[in-house]
């Protein structure tokens, strides 16, 4: 029987917009979605966390954390994230939808990749990293199933859900880890730590697994691949792929070391040591085709960072067979007694300290183990029943039917509708005594503060209060008010009295006064000019700079904002006073032709006009003689006969 039919979401509308069309791939902790939203009528990828995970705040921490991250890093290389929330008790995020597979999908389908193509995708994946590393970003789940390669060509990466800021502590108080086995870097098992070297871990783990096919390390349980990566080296891919190049093992070896200290401090760096083993490999070492490959030659094309060539020759269904592999999954694990080496690794040498101490874990743990059944089994201890998500009087139902009593706390809740379980303690599966109190932490539903009225305040003073609410003062606009003071709050948007998210911005929008029309002042002489628009409710500036101009000298030439315009009280008003009209020295054109003339005249800026006596067109007389000075732009007139 097909399980897709029997998927409650598929033809449902989520959250009144997403329309879910189609399952295409299921994760340890999400389901995604091909759907469309109906609002913007796009395409998505729709991720939605499975609803036995979205009762669990820690994990609902995780899935907000994935958007925000994924939207911080605006990168080509980059899945979008567009939108991020839940519906009862769907907890999802609406994410860019790429057609056409993974990387796992490419490798199970081709079972190993020519090095151009492997070094073109590996070269994608490092450039959208990089980006991460470069904001403080850490991926920590790096893996085939998260690189997308659309029907384009185009690299994407994907799933941030377990991003952290460099240098933060990544394993859980509990000692369990969470990741994919098979490309877990040895810190992250010993210390549960990982910084941007995990990732280069990671790329070193999958650049192996393109060039031959398969993983570096193999097991049947998930304890075996965890030792492997603690105890052995990541092999030279030529040896399971004779003829490959050199550099390329050096740089599997160096990328994928498990002294973190050896490796590339981050993507950035990899990305400028994979361009220069690029550079240096010859088109034969570049195109040569792995054994386990199936189908190459010009098929496996290259793809760059941005844009690229399909590496596809066709497409591959992302929920294909073999996609539950257990050590493909993120999953959480408990962190395993590492097994002890075999007989064969004991003969002719020392075990290493690391193994003599995961030997002693071992014991210890399974002796802890017998111990906890037997004192558990002896009726004094019970465990802490599933109560999240359930109404409060249900809880204390289920909680009074496991034979234990209960108290009540409260506390707000984004994700957990008011009324509701949001956490015990213990917590759920938990060992309790037999007649022990379970905390029920019920939710008050989602936390709000209520906008501060500060109309009329001041700007400071309103940002203070809105600070003082549990708010942060936003953007300011100003408009014309004639009934608030210039200077203090008209309105807060949203409007007081609003329920607001504690943090969100508020916005202020500031009275500018009442509105003012500038008189005109052009022509005025200075003293008078500054006395209207003083009169006026304006300020009056005097340009340091007078200019020539056709009004008296002394007297305004021109003003900045002009006559007519809108200006609130107080505004400056700017003032250009006239030296006067310019002076320029006339030319004489007595004896000229009235050509000439004319030209002659206009070149000196002056205007011509022509009185004509005679038709011979000789000028024999001007209204100003030649050599005397005149105001630039005057008329000068001419006779001509």
Same mark, same amino acid.
């Given at each position: 029987?097909?399980?897709? +039919?029997?998927?409650?979401?598929?033809?449902?509308?989520?959250?009144?917009?997403?329309?879910?069309?189609?399952?295409?791939?299921?994760?340890?902790?999400?389901?995604?979605?091909?759907?469309?939203?109906?609002?913007?009528?796009? $395409?998505?990828?729709?991720?939605?966390?499975?609803?036995?995970?979205?009762?669990?705040?820690?994990?609902?921490?995780? *899935?907000?954390?994935?958007?925000?991250?994924?939207?911080?890093?605006?990168?080509?290389?980059?899945?979008?994230? *567009?939108?991020?929330?839940?519906?009862?008790?769907?907890?999802?995020?609406?994410?860019?939808?790429?057609?056409?597979?993974?990387?796992?999908?490419?490798?199970?389908?081709?079972?190993?990749? !020519?090095?151009?193509?492997? +070094?073109?995708?590996?070269?994608?994946?490092?450039?959208?990293?990089?980006?991460?590393?470069?904001?403080?970003?850490?991926?920590?789940?790096?893996?085939?199933?998260?690189?997308?390669?659309?029907?384009?060509?185009? $690299?994407?990466?994907?799933?941030?859900? /377990?991003?952290?800021? #460099?240098? !933060?502590?990544?394993?859980?108080?509990?000692?369990?880890?969470?990741?994919?086995?098979?490309? +877990?870097?040895?810190?992250?098992?010993?210390?549960?730590?990982?910084?941007?070297?995990?990732?280069?871990?990671?790329?070193?783990?999958?650049?192996?697994?393109?060039?031959?096919?398969?993983?570096?390390?193999?097991?049947?349980?998930?304890? !075996?691949?965890?030792?492997?990566?603690?105890?052995?080296?990541?092999? @030279?891919?030529?040896?399971?792929?004779?003829?490959?190049?050199?550099?390329?093992?050096?740089?599997?070896?160096?990328?994928?070391?498990?002294?973190?200290?050896?490796?590339?401090?981050?993507?950035?760096?990899?990305?400028?040591?994979?361009?220069?083993?690029?550079?240096?490999?010859?088109?034969?070492q570049l195109d040569l085709l792995p054994p386990a490959a199936v189908g190459g030659g010009a098929g496996a094309g290259a793809v760059g960072p941005?844009?690229?060539?399909?590496? /596809?020759?066709?497409?591959?269904?992302?929920?294909?067979?073999?996609?539950?592999?257990?050590?493909?999954?993120?999953?959480?694990?408990?962190?395993?007694?590492?097994?002890?080496?075999?007989?064969?690794?004991?003969?002719?040498?020392?075990?290493?300290?690391?193994?003599?101490?995961?030997?002693?874990?071992?014991?210890?743990?399974?002796?802890?183990?017998?111990?906890?059944?037997?004192?558990?089994?002896?009726?004094?201890?019970?465990?802490?029943?599933?109560?999240?998500?359930?109404?409060?009087?249900?809880?204390?139902?289920?909680?009074?039917?496991?034979?234990?009593?209960?108290? $009540?706390?409260?506390?707000?809740?984004?994700?957990?509708?008011?009324?509701?379980? $949001?956490?015990?303690?213990?917590?759920? &599966?938990?060992?309790?005594?037999?007649?022990?109190?379970?905390?029920?932490?019920?939710?008050?539903?989602?936390?709000?503060?209520?906008?501060?009225?500060?109309?009329?305040?001041?700007?400071?003073?309103?940002?203070?209060?809105?600070?003082?609410?549990?708010?942060?003062?936003?953007?300011?606009?100003?408009?014309?008010?004639?009934?608030?003071?210039? &200077?203090?709050?008209?309105?807060?948007?949203?409007?007081?009295? %609003?329920?607001?998210?504690?943090?969100?911005?508020?916005? +202020?929008?500031?009275?500018?006064?009442?509105?003012?029309?500038?008189?005109?002042?052009?022509?005025?002489?200075?003293?008078?000019?500054?006395?209207?628009?003083?009169?006026?409710? /304006?300020?009056?500036?005097?340009?340091?700079?007078?200019?020539?101009?056709?009004?008296?000298?002394?007297?305004?030439?021109?003003?900045?904002?002009?006559?007519?315009?809108?200006? @609130?009280?107080?505004?400056?008003?700017?003032?250009?006073?006239?030296?006067?009209?310019?002076?320029?020295?006339?030319?004489?054109?007595?004896?000229?032709?009235?050509?000439?003339?004319? !030209?002659?005249?206009?070149?000196?800026? *002056?205007?011509?006009?022509?009185?004509?006596?005679?038709?011979?067109?000789? #000028?024999?007389?001007?209204?100003?003689?030649?050599?005397?000075?005149?105001?630039?732009?005057?008329?000068? %007139?001419?006779?001509?006969?």
């Amino acid at each position: 029987m097909d399980t897709t +039919l029997q998927d409650p979401l598929l033809g449902q509308l989520l959250d009144g917009r997403y329309r879910v069309e189609a399952r295409i791939a299921v994760g340890g902790m999400a389901t995604v979605y091909r759907a469309l939203d109906t609002r913007l009528d796009r $395409v998505l990828a729709l991720k939605v966390m499975h609803p036995s995970l979205a009762v669990d705040g820690s994990f609902v921490e995780r *899935f907000i954390r994935e958007a925000k991250s994924a939207a911080r890093l605006a990168h080509p290389n980059v899945v979008g994230v *567009f939108d991020q929330g839940a519906d009862g008790g769907y907890v999802y995020l609406a994410m860019e939808y790429v057609e056409g597979c993974t990387l796992r999908d490419l490798l199970r389908e081709r079972g190993a990749l !020519q090095p151009r193509a492997a +070094l073109d995708i590996l070269q994608a994946v490092l450039a959208a990293l990089g980006a991460a590393h470069l904001d403080r970003l850490v991926h920590r789940d790096m893996k085939p199933e998260n690189v997308l390669i659309g029907d384009d060509g185009r $690299v994407k990466v994907a799933d941030f859900g /377990l991003v952290r800021a #460099v240098g !933060q502590q990544t394993s859980a108080s509990t000692g369990s880890l969470l990741g994919t086995v098979s490309y +877990l870097a040895p810190e992250q098992i010993e210390h549960g730590t990982a910084d941007a070297r995990a990732d280069v871990y990671a790329c070193g783990v999958m650049l192996y697994e393109m060039l031959t096919g398969a993983k570096p390390h193999s097991g049947d349980t998930p304890a !075996q691949v965890l030792h492997q990566h603690l105890n052995e080296d990541v092999p @030279a891919p030529s040896a399971a792929v004779p003829g490959l190049a050199g550099a390329l093992d050096a740089l599997v070896a160096r990328t994928a070391a498990r002294d973190p200290r050896r490796r590339p401090a981050d993507a950035v760096e990899l990305l400028a040591e994979v361009g220069a083993v690029r550079q240096a490999l010859t088109d034969g070492q570049l195109d040569l085709l792995p054994p386990a490959a199936v189908g190459g030659g010009a098929g496996a094309g290259a793809v760059g960072p941005e844009d690229s060539t399909a590496v /596809l020759s066709r497409r591959v269904p992302r929920d294909a067979a073999g996609a539950d592999d257990s050590l493909n999954r993120t999953s959480v694990l408990p962190v395993p007694p590492v097994p002890p080496a075999g007989p064969a690794a004991r003969t002719g040498r020392r075990m290493p300290r690391r193994s003599v101490q995961a030997v002693v874990v071992a014991v210890l743990l399974v002796l802890g183990a017998g111990l906890g059944v037997w004192y558990i089994n002896s009726g004094q201890f019970t465990r802490t029943p599933g109560v999240l998500s359930m109404t409060e009087s249900e809880a204390k139902r289920a909680v009074e039917e496991a034979g234990l009593d209960w108290k $009540v706390a409260r506390e707000h809740s984004e994700t957990v509708p008011k009324g509701r379980v $949001v956490s015990t303690d213990p917590g759920r &599966g938990e060992r309790i005594r037999s007649n022990g109190t379970v905390t029920l932490t019920v939710s008050r539903g989602p936390e709000r503060v209520e906008v501060p009225g500060v109309k009329d305040a001041s700007l400071a003073d309103a940002r203070r209060r809105i600070k003082a609410a549990g708010l942060e003062p936003g953007m300011v606009t100003r408009e014309f008010s004639g009934d608030v003071e210039r &200077g203090s709050v008209i309105r807060t948007e949203p409007a007081a009295g %609003t329920g607001r998210r504690p943090g969100a911005a508020v916005a +202020l929008v500031v009275s500018k006064g009442e509105r003012i029309e500038v008189p005109g002042v052009v022509g005025e002489d200075e003293g008078t000019a500054r006395q209207r628009l003083t009169e006026a409710g /304006l300020k009056a500036e005097v340009a340091p700079e007078r200019v020539f101009s056709e009004e008296e000298e002394g007297s305004v030439a021109r003003q900045s904002p002009a006559q007519g315009s809108v200006a @609130a009280e107080d505004d400056t008003v700017t003032l250009t006073v006239s030296k006067g009209p310019e002076l320029v020295e006339v030319p004489g054109v007595e004896g000229l032709d009235e050509s000439e003339a004319r !030209q002659a005249l206009e070149d000196a800026g *002056f205007e011509v006009r022509v009185r004509k006596v005679f038709i011979t067109g000789t #000028v024999f007389d001007q209204s100003v003689d030649g050599g005397e000075r005149a105001p630039r732009g005057s008329e000068i %007139t001419i006779w001509v006969r």
